[in-house]
């Protein structure tokens, strides 16, 4: 568990463990929003620096993931080498398959890299009929017009 301990940055994404404790709030219907202004992974082909603005939603089951160990597994993007698509999809699928929530949904908005943005958004499914979801709020890239 790294809350309360000194913790170092993981050297990659798979070697970072995420910490889970107990929905405060079990058998309630709420939602979690994490908004991650300033991801940074690294360009599979250039290895160049790629930035994006995350935002991952999700409707907690029995347990919630620990703040500081997201951080630091998002932290472990800053080295590792993968597409846009990989990365958004990834940390959603990795969230769901081990946290187990009701429902989760990641927004990438990727800054672009040769004139286009990228946007990806991945979800586990319908999100439950009577759960509110605010809008993401994050603007699409507008360049300089």
Sequence with gaps: MHLGQTSALPTSP???VLDYVPNPRPGRLYLVRF???????????????DFAHLVIDYAPAATIVESKSLKLFLGAFRNHQAFHEDCTVGIGER???EMQPTWLRIGGYWYPRGGIPIDVFWQ????????????QDVPGYRGRG
Excluded: N
Aim: glycine letters at 4%; aromatic letters at 10%.
């Design 124 to 135: 586990s499914g319908a999100p439950p009929e009577s759960l509110w979801l605010p809008s």
């Design 95 to 97: 969230l769901f398959t």
């Design 35 to 49: 908004a991650v202004p300033e991801f940074t992974s690294l360009c599979p082909v250039t290895a160049q620096p």
């Design 14 to 16: 798979e070697e970072a």
